[in-house]
């Protein structure tokens, strides 16, 4: 079973704006990680917050997380043509060693 | 430092065949995973093993799915008899600890039953 839902399901935008995925998940939490995945590089780890974080930089990927609404988000900023690709958040349910992955978003950057 | 290897990397076979697929982690890691991911879908967790332990597998179809993980280090995962619907991206990844944190994946195996 998907412990997440990514919303949306597709987003398209153009070079320089920025994105916004949401993912909300069923169940308390030990860590949420979100993953891109292309045709090129398969599933590749973006970012890790703790469950008693609330918010997490690295680069241009901004993640929050709230864990009394169970959602996490993702903006990238200023995206760019080569962040065209899925993105899944992956979460690890508390007293677990399990990472169950969402939906996804499928997102495109035309240039 | 390699990643996860994972072959083949495409195939083919008619359904009621037998297929396996073979995955070597990253060297030492403890962690390994199976995952099936069916296109426009996320990756659905079949196995997870802790060493060469089976942490999780309450999502593996047992009558027809088999893994293990010898020595606690390369694992296979075996179909027998496939289905239709077991078309899928098969992926497996691995993580250091005993704790989840960053998973590596491999390019995965993308098998097609006709």
């Known amino acids: 079973s998907q412990q997440g839902e990514e919303d949306p399901q597709a987003l398209s935008i153009q070079e320089g704006e920025n994105a916004t995925m949401n993912c909300s998940y069923k169940t308390s939490i030990n860590n949420l990680q979100w993953y891109r995945q292309n045709s090129g590089r398969g599933l590749v780890h973006l970012i890790l917050?703790?469950?008693?974080?609330r918010e997490k930089h690295s680069g241009r990927l901004r993640v929050t997380l709230d864990t009394s609404k169970k959602s996490s988000s993702l903006l990238i900023t200023a995206s760019r043509a080569a962040d065209t690709a899925s993105y899944f958040c992956a979460t690890v349910p508390y007293n677990t060693d399990k990472l169950i992955f969402g939906t996804g978003t499928r997102l495109q950057v035309f240039p | 430092e390699a990643g996860v290897a994972q072959s083949p990397r495409y195939k083919i076979i008619e359904k009621r065949q037998s297929v396996a697929f073979w995955c070597n982690p990253i060297s030492g890691h403890a962690t390994l995973y199976w995952y099936q991911q069916i296109l426009g879908q996320g990756p659905k967790l079949l196995i997870q093993?802790?060493?060469?332990?089976?942490?999780?597998d309450s999502q593996l179809p047992k009558d027809r799915f088999s893994a293990e993980r010898l020595k606690g280090v390369d694992s296979t995962l075996k179909i027998q008899p496939a289905k239709l619907e077991d078309s899928a991206v098969y992926l497996c990844?691995?993580?250091?600890?005993?704790?989840?944190?960053?998973?590596?994946f491999g390019q995965g195996t993308r098998l097609t039953v006709v």
């Open positions: 093993f802790q060493n060469n332990g089976v942490v999780d």
């Open positions: 990844a691995s993580s250091l600890g005993q704790r989840v944190t960053e998973a590596f």
């Open positions: 917050i703790r469950s008693n974080e």
